[in-house]
């Protein structure tokens, strides 16, 4: 397990105000140890909630050309038929996972690929299993198109608490499977648009781990 590289600089300032604020509290109000134990708690109890929000676990990552893989750790909160219209313009198999504050939130290629399509969209902050989040969040939109010619939609949507996403790719990039290509901070959802033959390997509440999980075989 380490820390991800999105988290390093805030842990680092966030651990430098908390020290200064707790020695503040000493400092000037050195009998009141109630308020002391209580700050020193409450203080360490949310560093590691931060700390663990930017964990980043270390794993033999697989390899399997048939297999779509989940792009996070989380829930599949879709499973259904949906036309994605931005750039595919066709009906797709729709899988979304709901990243929870707890959860990893590093987001991985779910197969390999080129980069073929990326788009950044500014939008709104709606709770992220909205149905309207996936149109009107602020968002990005990635199509990998494989060596078979097989096209996959990867899309990370921002949460009511999720106020950046964060990505490391751009068109004509090649991507591994499972390789890192983002991350969203704070509550988010993926999306994946897959093909109709696709066969889907979760169900509904299902929890995913982003790089290990199948979520889908593919027939071609």
Known sequence: M???????????????ILVAANYALYYYLPDARFWLNFSLIVSTVFYLIILQFFRNPIFQIPKDDSLVYAPADGKVVVIEEAVEDEYLKEKRKQVSIFMSPINVHVNRSPVEGEVEFFKYHPGKYLVAWHPKS???????SM???????????????AGALARRIKWYVKEGDQLEQNGEFGFIKFGSRVD????????????????????????????S
Do not use: C
Request: without cysteine; positive net charge; hydrophobic residues 45%.
């Open 134 to 140: 996936s149109t009107e969040n602020e968002r990005t």
């Open 143 to 157: 199509v990998l198109k494989m060596k078979n010619g097989t096209q996959i939609m990867v899309r990370q949507i």
């Open 192 to 219: 994946l648009y897959l093909p109709l033959d696709a066969e889907i390997l979760v169900s509904l509440e299902q929890v995913t781990k982003g790089g290990r999980t199948p979520i889908a075989r593919l027939k």
């Open 2 to 16: 380490t820390i991800h590289r999105e988290g390093r600089v805030l842990l680092f300032w966030l651990l430098i």
